[in-house]
């Protein structure tokens, strides 16, 4: 079985990882280690991990420990949806039931 991380390479290449993250409606980007130290000085944090921004701050939203215990693609889907629905400003465009 491939790793979760290569899985999500894969769904990405396929648009179908990238089709869900345009279903959430919010601005996202991608970061390496570095960036992410580099741009918000943040270091140390295990990754994977899903920042929310908060004016110019990133505050933790999903831990790399909850990314990796996704054992589908539809696990961490619902993992980012759930999440989110916790977000006052949270409005997906697409139901749930696209989302498995």
């Known amino acids: ?11 990405w290449n396929a648009g ?6 345009e279903t959430l409606a919010r601005p996202f980007e991608f970061l390496h280690a570095d960036e992410l130290k580099r741009l918000y000085s943040i270091s140390g944090v ?11 701050q990133l505050e933790l939203l999903i ?3 909850s990314i990796n215990a996704c054992l589908t693609i ?3 889907k619902r993992l980012v ?3 989110l629905k916790n977000l006052t400003s949270f409005s997906p ?4 039931s696209n989302f498995s």
């Open 1 to 11: 079985m491939q790793s979760l991380r290569a899985y999500l390479l894969d769904i």
């Open 16 to 21: 179908d990882w990238k089709k869900f993250l």
């Open 46 to 56: 295990p990754l994977p991990a899903i920042f929310e921004k908060e004016g110019e």
């Open 63 to 65: 831990d790399a420990d």
């Open 74 to 76: 539809a696990d961490l």
């Open 81 to 83: 949806t759930d999440k």
């Open 93 to 96: 465009t697409a139901p749930e």
